[in-house]
């Protein structure tokens, strides 16, 4: 199957054996994962269920899908308000191709906001579950800011930092999510309860994990390069030297996502990962929620020599490449030429502007939208 | 004049005139600088009295000259117990050099031990009057680390970050030297007078300004450039943004001297130049002595793939430089090699190996002594 194309009516049989696939196999999962690739989902789902398919499409996958209870999923998930979206779903956030043959089959959501919109101009925010009052200060009040300023704060629900990050964006009024380790049905840690319910409320709980799945020590380290890969950056605020946290960092490395840390007191052990990464020059040193959008933001950082991350090429569907493709390569364009220029229809070309500047390709313009480049282009003086 | 021998009888006349250039010369003033290192300073001298050589040599440092009292410094130097300590002079350190044209003619030292010797391994510490408590400790636990461990712990005898790491220093029983800005025997700040007085007995009192001058503005900063200049490394430990600390920090980068600093709070305006430092790649963050040590001592950190530091070449004397030049490429020399390698007297050489073991050059073997690489030879198994 390919899943870089949008599919407003997503092929139901694909969508299904995404469904099945969620159900019998491990999360991150990168040989089944590459069969996936190369093979497409209906293909593999009907291997497991032949049971022909070597060892590692054995009897273990067949019983599991057997008993996955995958039909009714997605009855399921409607019936405590949830939703499954899968690949070829057009919510699908695109990102997660960066994951490659792990790359997760579908994603369950609770919460009113669209998974890909939400996502695309998103910063995580992690740390230690043992925090100290400063990095607790830090999570809750920078969460706040980048909220203020339209960023999603994406962090795991656990005690400590990531809690104080949901937290910070709630007050704010700003939108959060929350990536799970367990189904979204299976509130973790069970004294965050009421936590994750505002979460659903306000922003999204979302899990790979289908729906009754508890947390296991692996989904938890599924889940962290879940969350880096969700995210344009991902920040850390507090961190031990060997911890989940340091995994989310290492995923976000090897995505290429920007990684950032904040410096503590030297005396603080819940620092010294921090400082490590910071000291080797894996992750770049913060000081402020300003900071972080410095890094992000490219309308913030036009005056910086280096260019500033932007949302991936492959995060935008097929209409938004489209119409990315014509805008002029110098000076702005009104929407009336852009519909004229990408053979769009207007409704799609004023949807797409909004992704496109959300994602920091385009940029508003006094004669409309203009391309963003690493050096502004010269202005008439 | 020739600067980079040993003159165990320094010229008598060449001595004069360099004290009589620190008399009426200001610091770092480079003009003259040049001046006298391409006409030497007895010529240099020659001119300003006959007080026609172009403006720069015009009446004022004619008059200033004549006023100075120079002819009687060295003994109103040895009367206080002081000496006065010039380029020609065995006891030159010869990492001035690196100043160039705006290096000191000469020095006024009050303390026992060898000026040179004591900063060939020696590594400033400094930073904010206006520290915190947590600043203060790292200064004075570090300080202590690093003089147990024979490093001379540099510093400019201020408020706060200074007087704490000279009080660590001399806590430990180790060697601290105190570059001031105005005269030896004008303790700066007051309120310091005892701990500076504690630090000409146990330790070195250093200032290029002539007895009795006190600190101006300008003076400081000169002072700020002769500390990062004496050592091999400069540690800021908390430091605002603008500020005296960052001159000294520059003075050590360019003068390719590695610069490192602490981090701290984020939210501590007192860590907030250290944060620049680090986040622009200015300095190394450091979390420990240790990680200071590591930085600077290379037998701590062979393993590591980058060189260490080592005291610069030039600023071995020449019996060391002919005694390190002696060493084989491969494997260890006994001391009878040595003397017959380098055609030195036996009791030079073992003053020449604890010298350059001391500067990094070279280390113990059991067989002897082995120059030090950045990588170690293979080991015998």
Redesign the interface.
């Known amino acids: 199957v390919t899943t870089s194309e949008v599919h407003p009516r997503a092929d139901a049989d694909a969508r299904m054996a995404l469904i099945e696939l969620a159900h019998c196999v491990e999360p991150a999962d990168a040989v089944v994962g590459r069969l996936v690739q190369r093979a497409g989902p209906l293909e593999v789902v009907d291997r497991i269920r032949r049971g022909g398919a070597g060892k590692r499409l054995g009897e273990g996958l067949r019983a599991r899908l057997a008993d996955s209870g995958a039909p009714s999923a997605e009855a399921r998930a409607t019936a405590i308000g949830a939703r499954i979206v899968t690949r070829v779903d057009r919510e699908w956030p695109r990102q997660l191709h960066d994951l490659g043959a792990a790359a997760p089959f579908a994603i369950w959501v609770l919460g009113a906001a669209d998974l890909r919109l939400t996502l695309l101009r998103s910063v995580a925010m992690v740390g230690a579950r043992a925090c100290t009052g400063?990095g607790e200060?830090?999570a809750r009040t920078w969460s706040a800011a980048l909220a203020e300023c339209s960023w999603t704060v994406v962090s795991g629900g656990a005690f400590g930092i990531d809690a104080a990050a949901h937290r910070g964006a709630l007050a704010a009024d700003g939108v959060t999510a929350c990536i799970l380790a367990g189904g979204v049905d299976m509130p973790y840690p069970r004294a965050h309860e009421a936590l994750l319910a505002r979460i659903a409320d306000e922003g999204l709980l979302v899990s790979e994990s289908p729906l009754g799945i508890e947390v296991r020590r692996q989904r938890f380290l599924s889940r962290n390069r879940l969350i880096a890969a969700l995210t344009r950056a991902t920040v850390v605020v507090e961190a031990a030297e060997r911890s989940g946290t340091m995994a989310t960092a290492r995923a976000a490395t090897e995505m290429a996502r920007p990684l950032m840390a904040?410096?503590?007191?030297?005396?603080s052990p819940a620092?010294?990962g921090c400082?490590r990464m910071?000291?080797e020059g894996e992750a770049?040193?913060?000081?402020?929620a300003d900071?972080i959008m410095g890094l992000l933001d490219l309308g913030r950082s036009q005056a910086s020599t280096n260019p500033a991350p932007r949302a991936n090429r492959d995060a935008l569907s097929s209409a938004e490449r489209r119409l990315l493709d014509a805008f002029p390569a110098r000076g702005a364009a009104t929407a009336e030429r852009l519909v004229s220029s990408s053979g769009l229809p207007a409704s799609a070309v004023w949807a797409g502007v909004g992704v496109l500047a959300s994602a920091g390709w385009i940029t508003e313009d006094p004669a409309g939208w203009r391309l963003v480049r690493d050096r502004p282009p010269p202005q008439p003086s």
């Open positions: 400063y200060l830090i904040v410096p503590g007191p030297v005396t620092s010294a400082h910071i000291g770049a040193l913060v000081t402020s900071d």
